[in-house]
């Protein structure tokens, strides 16, 4: 069973710019949660969407969006990137009733 | 209220020895604590998850001991190797809320020969 996979492993953006990236959970998984980590604030829940709805929010600014596709693919977006947005974005999936998240590597976004 | 603190930062421990990550939480509501396993350039992997209903929960080398009126869970890896070098997170959620996780700030574990 292929595990999650998200797209693209690195990113170089300007400041200002916005940017999307894409996880795809593992078959049968309808929920996904992104996350974000740093050295210095550790991993923090940015949101989770399940059955293509926004089911949980963390405290993020509203630069940072997602959505959910009707094949539980999700993509998150982050417009007029900042400096402090260079991070390691993690997407990780889960079945309905199972706690278990299983994460995908990562997209690095570096922001110059 | 949402935090959950983790330590130590880092750890040096002997090849067989008993490597222990201690973490605290301060909502009650929390009732799912799972611990996760991270090695450079990967995401994230769960080791083993426990719910305050059970004290401890053991799978292989891996131990979670769980203390509800103390609000304190800490995780044992008996016999440690050098392949348990990575950088451990200890994290909490609550039933019902969906798949939101709150994670410690995670220690660097690093097992010498």
């Known amino acids: 069973k292929a595990g999650v996979t998200q797209t693209p492993r690195y990113l170089i953006k300007t400041r200002g710019q916005q940017v999307t990236l894409s996880c795809s959970p593992i078959?049968?998984?309808?929920?996904v949660s992104w996350y974000q980590q740093t050295p210095g604030q550790g991993l923090q829940f940015l949101f989770e969407?399940?059955?293509?709805?926004?089911?949980n929010k963390g405290n993020f600014p509203g630069r940072f969006s997602g959505r959910q596709f009707s094949n539980s693919r999700s993509e998150m977006n982050v417009s007029t990137l900042e400096l402090g947005d260079s991070a390691l974005y993690l997407c990780?999936?889960?079945?309905?009733?199972?706690?278990?998240?299983?994460f995908g590597p990562g997209t690095r976004l570096t922001v110059l | 209220q949402q935090q959950v603190k983790q330590s130590p930062q880092s750890l040096i421990v002997q090849k067989g020895g008993i490597s222990i990550i201690n973490c605290a939480y301060e909502?009650?509501?929390?009732?799912?604590f799972p611990w996760y396993q991270q090695f450079p350039g990967k995401g994230p992997a769960l080791l083993i998850a426990?719910?305050?209903?059970?004290s401890e929960k053991k799978e292989g080398r891996f131990t979670i001991s769980f203390n509800k009126s103390a609000k304190q869970f800490s995780l044992h890896i008996m016999d440690s190797q050098p392949g348990d070098s990575a950088t451990y997170f200890c994290?909490?959620?609550?039933?019902?809320?969906?798949?939101?996780?709150?994670f410690g700030t995670g220690t660097q574990l690093k097992v010498e020969l």
């Open positions: 990780a999936s889960s079945r309905e009733q199972d706690r278990e998240q299983f």
């Open positions: 909502n009650t509501a929390f009732d799912y």
């Open positions: 078959s049968g998984h309808r929920s």
């Open positions: 994290a909490a959620g609550i039933t019902g809320g969906g798949n939101k996780l709150t």
């Open positions: 426990i719910r305050p209903d059970v």
């Open positions: 969407y399940f059955s293509e709805t926004q089911r």
